[in-house]
């Protein structure tokens, strides 16, 4: 009898799966799939987190895109000249609206408007740069030239 129930508990234990190998103390994969595990979960929590705060500040501030218009427009000059080139003045002033509630506009020293016809540039000018504050309308003044070479299907 005892021997059957011998028999019996080898052939149930050989039928059972065999519980994971415990990894061994200081074993290299241990320690890299803890580290993994961490980092993972670390960059996780930082992501959750910076959701939070761009969530938290589109709310707090609600930007909107700044609107911009021409106020007035004066061609000072546009004459082809005997040297086959095209000048332009022009004076333009833009209306520059900004409808946030909490946020600024700084226009920095490196711009430039240009007026385009065709896919030709007729004038380029600048405008000096200035802090536009909150719920501010700005009109800028500015005066763009150009001169540009004509090519032979433009002169007719």
Same mark, same amino acid.
């Given at each position: ?31 890299c799939m803890s580290c993994i595990c961490w980092c993972l979960c670390f960059m996780l929590f930082f992501c959750v987190i910076l959701m939070?705060?761009?969530?938290i500040m589109y709310f707090v501030f609600r930007p909107q895109i700044p609107m911009y218009g021409i106020d007035s427009l004066q061609v000072?000059?546009?004459? /082809? ?60 003044? /500015? ?14």
């Open positions: 009898m005892k021997y059957l129930e011998n028999h019996l508990d080898k052939h149930d234990k050989q039928n059972q799966p065999h519980p994971p190998q415990p990894c061994d103390d200081g074993g290299c994969c241990c320690w939070a705060a761009v969530a000072k000059a546009f004459e /082809m000249r005997n040297d086959s080139k095209l000048y332009t003045e022009m004076a333009v002033v833009v209306r520059c609206e900004n409808p946030n509630k909490k946020i600024g506009f700084k226009y920095g020293e490196n711009n430039s408007v240009s007026i385009i016809y065709s896919d030709a540039e007729l004038c380029v000018g600048k405008f000096e740069p200035f802090l536009q504050a909150a719920k501010n309308t700005v009109m800028i003044n /500015m005066t763009l030239k150009g001169e540009r070479e004509l090519d032979s299907k433009e002169r007719e």
